[in-house]
C-alpha cells in the first residue's frame, strides 16, 4: 500500500521560506521552479481572461498589452513564456515582446511572423517566473 503525506503547511528546517527538493543527485529549490503568475486570455472580441494566477487584470491595448500583477515581483527581471494561438488556425503566426518591464505591470507588445505590430485577436496565454516582493 502506497503512503501518502497530507499536510496543511511545509515550512524549510534552516529557512522558513525555502524547500529544497533532490531527485537523485540533483536539487532543486522548490519555490524557484513555481510559476508566480499565469494567464490564459481570449482576445477575439472582449477580453476573457479563462484563467489566471496573480493577475489583477490584463488591458487590452489592441497589439499592446498590459499584466497587471496582484503581487509584484521583487524586481523587473522576471522569466516568462508566452504562446499566442488561435482556434481555427486562421491567423498569421504571433510572438509577444515585451516592450516595458515592471515589477508589477509589464507591458508587451503582440507582433506578427512580418515583424509589424498586430493585435492579438485571439488566446493569449503567458506564464511568469521569479521572486515575488
Known sequence: MASKLKVDELEGVTTAGSIDVTTGSTTTNL???LAKAFHQTDFSGTAVTRRSLNMASIT???AQHTCNFTNSFSDIYQVWTEGVGDS????AN???SRISRSASAP???CEASSGSNQDAEQDLNMLFHGDLA
Open 107 to 109: 507591458v508587451f507588445i
Open 94 to 96: 504571433r510572438a509577444m
Open 60 to 62: 487590452d491595448g489592441g
Open 88 to 91: 481555427d488556425h486562421t491567423s
Open 31 to 33: 519555490q524557484q521552479g
